[in-house]
């Protein structure tokens, strides 16, 4: 389970540190790509990863919607298997869409990690928790 956030620096070449607390869950492996709905990007453990692979596998090919989504998804995922200081290599064209510089936002989302521009973090997510919570909203989705 990845809960938390934390804030970490890239070193020069690009790579993130894991947080500690989410490395044993990483060690076999993780694919990182762009988020389909933010500008962020998304890591999940390959077994996450196989899981959505699988659900995306039954949508219809011809569906445009379907097409675009596994166009995202799938042409800037990249596998990757942390080093032995926990550090991964996060892409130029990865760090390029999700506008991450020197600075990332790791959030933890239960069953992935997000990865944030920390002021894209802070206006789009904890400035719209502020202007935007629907307290009705939550309590239609039961939680």
Same mark, same amino acid.
């Given at each position: 389970?990845?809960?938390? /956030? ?18 044993? $869950? ?5 694919v990182v790509t762009r988020n389909p ?5 998304l890591l999940m453990p390959m077994t ?15 569906d445009r919607r379907t097409a675009l ?8 995922? /990249? &596998?990757?298997?942390? %080093? ?16 991450? &510089? ?7 989302? &239960?069953?992935?990690? /997000? ?6 973090? %802070?206006?789009?997510?904890? $400035?719209?928790? %502020? &202007?935007?919570? %629907? ?9």
């Open positions: 389970m990845f809960l938390g /956030e934390f804030v970490h620096t890239l070193d020069s070449k690009g790579r993130l540190t894991i947080p500690a607390k989410f490395r044993d $869950q990483l060690a076999a492996g993780l709905s933010d500008r962020c990007l996450e990863w196989t899981t959505l692979t699988e659900k995306i596998k039954t949508l219809p090919l011809t989504l596994r166009r995202v998804l799938f042409s800037a995922a /990249e &596998d990757l298997k942390p %080093d032995k200081q926990g550090r991964v290599l996060v892409s130029q064209r990865l760090r390029e869409f999700a506008r991450i &510089d020197a600075e990332v936002m790791v959030a933890g989302m &239960d069953s992935y990690i /997000e990865l944030w521009n920390p002021a894209e973090w %802070d206006e789009q997510v904890l $400035q719209k928790l %502020d &202007d935007d919570i %629907d307290a009705e909203f939550f309590a239609a989705l039961g939680v």
